[in-house]
């Protein structure tokens, strides 16, 4: 029998929005899962829930004003109650992330680490032992000379490639950047690959969340678990 992956990711989407309260300032994740979240969140509004949102792309923008959740932006709320998103890996125990393949890193970190908590919603496929065993890292780098921090991500072994939009040219994000994704293999150490990347001169950001997250909400052909992060 297959699995229904969507189902799973509905469930997981409205058990984190269980997790609102009246009042909040609300990080809006980017994503297939994060786009349930945001529709589960505006059937709340529309009973009476006062919440803002701050969306972490033009995407979930849109799905926000299409769903009737007011937005707001880091001009009036510098800091967020609470911030949910999907994930591309989970790794057990630690809570680490990879993220970025809908392109969306560099506004998602910046909304988690605004965020007081960071509520991870998945299905069971995501999760893994180690980061890197089933996704690359994204790189978001600046357009100008991608080419030579592109050499500079090969020298550490990330046999990186431009991500191409489905019309095979260079992939934009929404701050104007491209991507290059990461296959670096199983990753042991990546605090410390985190400090390589960011000295490459034209890396504006990447895909590993380290030390972000405050819970994940797992959802399994068994039900949904929740997994805390270690106290740090
Ligand atoms: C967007 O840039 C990503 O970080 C997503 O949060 C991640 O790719 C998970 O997406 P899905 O919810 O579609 O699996």
């Known amino acids: ?31 297939s899962t994060s786009a349930l979240a945001v529709a589960a969140l505006g ?9 803002v949102g701050v969306p972490t792309s ?13 937005l707001t932006t880091f ?6 109650d609470l911030a949910f998103d999907g994930a ?11 993220k970025g393949l809908g392109g969306a890193l560099v506004r998602e970190k910046i909304v988690a680490a605004a965020a ?26 600046v357009t100008f000379g991608w080419q030579a921090t592109e050499e500079q991500l090969r020298a550490l072994d990330a046999a990186p490639r431009l991500r191409l939009d489905e019309r095979e040219r260079p992939f934009l994000t929404d701050n104007g950047n491209y991507i290059l994704d990461c296959s670096f293999g ?3 150490d990546p605090s410390h690959l985190t400090v390589e990347l960011d000295l490459i001169p ?23 678990e929740v997994l805390e992060a270690p106290s740090r």
Not at 43 to 51: N, T
Not at 58 to 70: C, F, I, M
Not at 202 to 222: D, H, P, R, Y
């Open 1 to 31: 029998m297959t699995i229904d992956r969507e189902g799973l990711k509905r469930q997981a989407a409205e058990r984190a929005v269980a997790e609102i309260e009246d009042g909040m300032v609300v990080g809006l994740g980017s994503g």
């Open 43 to 51: 059937e709340r509004v529309k009973s009476g829930l006062r919440v």
């Open 58 to 70: 033009a995407k979930t923008e849109a799905l926000a004003h299409r769903a009737g959740v007011p």
């Open 75 to 80: 001009a009036e709320h510098r800091v967020l």
């Open 88 to 98: 591309d890996e989970v790794e057990r125990g630690t809570l680490n992330l990879i």
């Open 116 to 141: 007081k908590r960071l509520i991870i919603m998945v299905d069971d496929s995501k999760l893994v032992d180690q980061l890197g065993m089933r996704a690359p890292v994204p790189v978001e780098v």
């Open 186 to 188: 199983p990753l042991p």
């Open 202 to 224: 034209g890396v504006v950001e990447t895909g590993l969340f380290l030390g972000m997250t405050s819970a994940v909400i797992v959802a399994s052909e068994t039900g949904i």
